[in-house]
């Protein structure tokens, strides 16, 4: 592998938002990119495996070698193992293909200098192509990189069938498209996912991997990005590791995209971060930001258990519907996720219960400088009365619609000592590395999405949500990527 001294971009992770920013500003040919993939990377789109395109599978299971794990600390007693994408195309490439924009009043919290819901709009549209001929096209795009496809009635699952039946039986309304402006605030519909024929379309495969060709733009996998150098308060490179070897790659220009742990864990080690913490660290204090890897949040996720009557042979992405209800999604996995996820012990059928507004607020530290050892993070969930009673209400409407006469045909359900034993989370992870105003003393960016106190570095995935939207990020970071991009530049030279 040919070694880079120098490159105009330097972008530190291909994982979502990643690949749609170095696709982007490599538009432009006298600006060299370099993107730097802590897991496997390829060389085209025909050289992506098959388990990563296989929609009616989760790769994730034990030794999968496309994500990373890590020890997260949900509430004082619980402490879940955490799976994410490490793989060029990140979580994006690994997850159930939930593709569900996130609602006008989620970015009432973005600086609406830059992020208001009518300037990203067109940003959503762009950026997809929507396969649903029945959906308004006003809202929706035809010529965009990243599909959207939703399971059509007849060939839904029967458990999705079912739930919907009870749902709408139940007096909630039939959302027709999720992803338009207007949708209801409650109700149920099919999932807008980024799937086409089968196909788990990442944003590698949309985005990146097609333009790979570009004689001004690298992927290097395998790469740890240990730390960014400064030269006083200006990037000039960073530190990488390879096969052991550390070596400098020089740029002026640094977007980090490591995701919304791995992100913060790389500012704190360069010395952008709470400068008491980094003192203690024996870390080089660059810019004293307190706000880095504080104040993150999430959606936690409750499994409400189910004994099926009958098994189908229908094969089925892991989520085809879903049930919105005051502040919580209600989620009718199709399957057990020991078939799901390779390499599982055989568990119950689930149905998930997320929190999409929750008050909690985490928090992501270092245990050390090493870059291989995972930071400490802690969710801090259900510490509120509130979230706790949103949360058992919701357990308690799900069970409710299980029992109903339109899911009697496919399940029981089985009584539960503790409704909030199953807690886990979304995977949802935002606001570690957050936008806001100079008023804030906890936002670490400006709303250009550039690190303040330092200059020539940006954060660009969902670690620079202000919070968790109230639908699950992955369609909201292509379009924050693509509207990032818009901000930096992307017309190509003249």
């Given at each position: ?230 030269n006083g308060d200006r990037v000039i490179g960073v530190d990488i590791v390879v096969d052991g070897v550390r070596t400098t790659v020089r740029s002026d220009t640094v977007i980090v995209s490591a995701g919304a742990v791995h992100t913060p864990a790389l500012l704190l080690r360069s010395g952008i971060g709470r400068a008491e913490d980094a003192v203690a660290l024996g870390i080089p204090v660059v810019a ?176 620079a949500f202000p919070v968790v939207p109230s639908r699950g990020p992955h369609a909201t970071a292509i379009m924050f990527a693509e509207r990032a991009a818009a901000l930096m530049g992307v017309e190509p030279a003249k």
């Amino acid at each position: 592998m040919n070694s880079i001294e120098f490159a105009d971009v330097i972008v530190v992770g291909g994982g979502s938002c990643g690949c749609v920013i170095a696709a982007r500003l490599s538009e432009n040919p006298d600006r060299s990119v370099l993107v730097l993939e802590a897991g496997p990377a390829f060389s085209g789109v025909s050289d992506v495996p098959a388990e990563l395109r296989d929609a009616s599978m989760l790769p994730i299971g034990p030794g999968s070698e496309w994500v990373g794990t890590y020890a997260a600390e949900l509430t004082a007693a619980v402490t879940r193992t955490i799976a994410r994408g490490r793989v060029l195309g990140g979580s994006g490439a690994v997850n159930g293909g939930y593709f569900v924009r996130a609602t006008p009043r989620d970015f009432d919290d973005w600086p609406q200098s830059t992020w208001s819901f009518d300037q990203v709009l067109p940003f959503y549209v762009g950026s997809e192509t929507d396969l649903d001929s029945t959906v308004l096209r006003r809202w929706h795009g035809s010529q965009g990189p990243m599909p959207v496809w939703r399971a059509p009635v007849q060939d839904r699952h029967p458990l999705t069938a079912a739930f919907v039946n009870s749902a709408t039986n139940a007096g909630f309304g039939f959302e027709k498209d999720l992803n338009a402006p207007g949708a209801a605030a409650e109700g149920v519909g099919a999932v807008p996912s980024n799937i086409r024929n089968g196909t788990r379309v990442n944003a590698a495969l949309a985005y990146l991997l097609p333009v790979i060709g570009r004689k001004n733009v690298r992927v290097q996998g395998n790469t740890t990005v240990a730390s960014l150098i400064f030269n006083g308060d200006r990037v000039i490179g960073v530190d990488i590791v390879v096969d052991g070897v550390r070596t400098t790659v020089r740029s002026d220009t640094v977007i980090v995209s490591a995701g919304a742990v791995h992100t913060p864990a790389l500012l704190l080690r360069s010395g952008i971060g709470r400068a008491e913490d980094a003192v203690a660290l024996g870390i080089p204090v660059v810019a004293d930001s307190p706000g880095v890897g504080r104040g993150f949040s999430d959606h936690p996720e409750v499994a409400v258990p189910v004994v099926m009557k009958r098994e189908s042979s229908t094969v089925s992405p892991a989520l085809e519907a879903v049930l919105h209800s005051g502040d919580v999604e209600i989620r009718p996995y199709t399957r057990r996720f020991d078939q799901l996820i390779s390499g599982l012990t055989r568990g119950p059928h689930v149905f998930g219960v997320g929190l999409m507004r929750s008050s909690a607020r985490g928090s992501i530290t270092l245990r050390s400088t090493d870059p291989f050892e995972s930071p400490d993070v802690r969710y801090h969930y259900l510490e509120s009365e509130g979230d706790r009673r949103a949360m058992l209400d919701g357990i308690a409407l799900a069970r409710d619609l299980l029992a109903s006469p339109s899911m009697t045909g496919e399940v029981d359900v089985p009584a539960m000592d503790d409704p909030l034993a199953g807690l886990g989370t979304s995977l949802h992870l935002s606001g570690s590395a957050r936008m806001g105003p100079d008023s804030d003393p906890g936002s670490v960016l400006d709303d250009h999405c550039r690190v303040r106190g330092v200059e020539g570095v940006f954060v660009v995935d969902t670690s620079a949500f202000p919070v968790v939207p109230s639908r699950g990020p992955h369609a909201t970071a292509i379009m924050f990527a693509e509207r990032a991009a818009a901000l930096m530049g992307v017309e190509p030279a003249k």
